[in-house]
């Protein structure tokens, strides 16, 4: 059986070698930070992020811990889109840290048999057509069949493997920070004047993130200090919200880029190696976990020899529209954050108030932003209308817990002879076959169980 090196271990690297490991690959996370850091980068868990935590029993933790938010905001708008009508048993966003989530992705790695190796930095790569070959800082050298790049916008394994990464430099800079306050807002949320736009969301601990842009600070190489942080803070708020201290300082852009290709022979990329943009509406760690679901069951069946190469190039297909999507979508949401000229906020006023009275344009807000919406179109043309769907069913998450496909037949036909888990309902089809990460791979209406069976057996075997 062909071995995996994946390089990050963030959500994404975490996400991925737990998928591999399920399917019984071996694999090696190697990552340069030497702890995981104190502080959490991304607060914001999506809804289809959620399910897909759910499909491997591991949504409960989160839930427990993390808090449901009904609405969330677009381009610090001042309406917020409601995502409470969404069809998903986790209508909401989750406010749950991402090092806490990390800490969960990495001991069920751990469990399953992956080696974590921190510490260690990847320095260089070479492949052939028979494996990857990658340097470490130490002197040290890893080989494997295949190596999956998670190591973010820098990525180092991307660079290595020659793979473009276009797009446009960073104008617009913004801050963060974790703070403690002595008289935070009644009311935590987001607000935007000609002075600056800031957003507070309260963190567990009874801290707070403040995340912001101020217009008279566009300075990216001067150090984000307390002072400025007040600063800043004061002339988007009209007050300093009484910031007794800060865990965390950094400074974020609006750099915008995507890899030509998420492949390049034996290695992959993901998460933010494959694209980086603004961190406008939380949806970096779910987009990268969610190409993480996609890639860890295809690369698994091909490192196995249950599946051809070729099977890889479907992630590129449909990972790489949805990853420029949503690029498009945070540059949106960026251009109403930085509309502060007169005529800026009377664009944002303009939209929120047709926010405020169109709840189906919330809904189209709220459904592309958590990733319910994404269909990944099938190769053949004349594929059934459910191919490439989300399935929407939740009766089918626990079924899908060590990451093989499930069968779904509707109640009026008859069994399939399958190896594999059956769940009985209405899938608007006769039968169709779910993939690993809950999107329909195949479907029929003919109630005809023997070529049903031929075909799960054709593309499971």
């Known amino acids: ?95 749950y840290p991402q090092n806490a989530l990390e800490d969960l992705l990495e001991r069920r790695a751990v469990a399953l048999g992956a080696i974590v190796r921190r510490g260690v930095a990847v320095t260089t790569l070479t492949q052939d057509h028979a494996g990857v070959r990658a340097r470490l800082a130490d002197g040290t050298e890893l080989t494997a069949s295949w190596l999956a790049g998670a190591d973010g916008a820098g990525s180092v394994v991307r660079k290595a493997a020659g793979i473009a990464f276009t797009g446009t430099d960073a104008t617009l800079w913004g801050y963060v920070a974790d703070v403690t306050l002595s008289a935070p807002p009644e009311i935590t949320g987001t607000l935007s004047t000609p002075d600056g736009a800031l957003v507070v969301a309260p963190l567990p601990g009874g801290r707070f993130r403040l995340a912001g842009f101020d217009p008279r600070d566009q300075e990216p190489d001067r150090e984000m200090t307390m002072e400025r942080l007040v600063a800043s803070v004061r002339r988007a708020a009209g007050r300093d919200l009484g910031i007794v201290a800060a865990s965390w300082i950094s400074r974020f852009g609006n750099a915008t880029r995507q890899a030509a290709d998420y492949r390049a022979g034996r290695v992959l990329l993901a998460g933010d190696a494959a694209h980086m943009h603004m961190p406008t509406g939380g949806v970096g760690l779910n987009i990268g976990v969610q190409d993480a679901m996609n890639l860890g069951w295809k690369l698994a069946a091909v490192a196995r020899g249950a599946a051809p190469e070729s099977l890889l190039d479907t992630y590129h297909a449909e990972r790489a529209p949805v990853g420029a999507a949503m690029l498009a979508n945070t540059q949106a949401q960026t251009a109403l954050v930085a509309a502060f000229t007169p005529e800026g906020q009377a664009l944002r006023a303009h939209l929120s108030a047709l926010l405020e009275r169109h ?3 919330q809904h189209d807000l709220a459904l592309g932003v958590s990733g319910l919406d994404v269909r990944y179109p099938p190769a053949d043309p004349g594929a059934h209308p459910l191919t490439g769907r989300r399935f929407a069913d939740p009766a089918v998450f626990p079924l899908l817990a060590d990451a ?31 993939r690993p990460d809950g999107h329909v791979w195949w479907a029929t209406d003919e109630p005809d169980p023997r070529a049903a069976a031929e075909t799960i057996a054709r593309l499971w075997g």
């Open 404 to 434: 093989r496909p499930v069968l779904v037949r509707a109640p009026s036909t008859p069994p399939v002879e399958t190896h594999l888990p059956v769940l009985e309902a209405a899938p608007d089809a006769a039968y169709a076959l779910i």
């Open 359 to 361: 709840p189906a344009v």
């Open 1 to 95: 059986m062909d071995n995996v090196i994946v390089v990050g271990a963030g959500p994404v690297g975490l996400w991925l070698a737990g998928e591999l490991r399920l399917a019984g690959v071996p694999v090696t996370v190697v990552e340069r930070e030497p702890g995981r850091r104190a502080f959490t980068r991304a607060l914001g868990i999506h809804a289809r992020t959620v399910e897909v935590l759910a499909m491997r029993g591991l949504a409960e933790t989160p839930l427990a811990e993390g808090r449901a938010l009904p609405r969330w905001h677009f381009g610090m708008l001042p309406a917020f889109p409601d995502y409470s009508g969404l069809d998903t048993p986790y209508p909401f966003v989750l406010a």
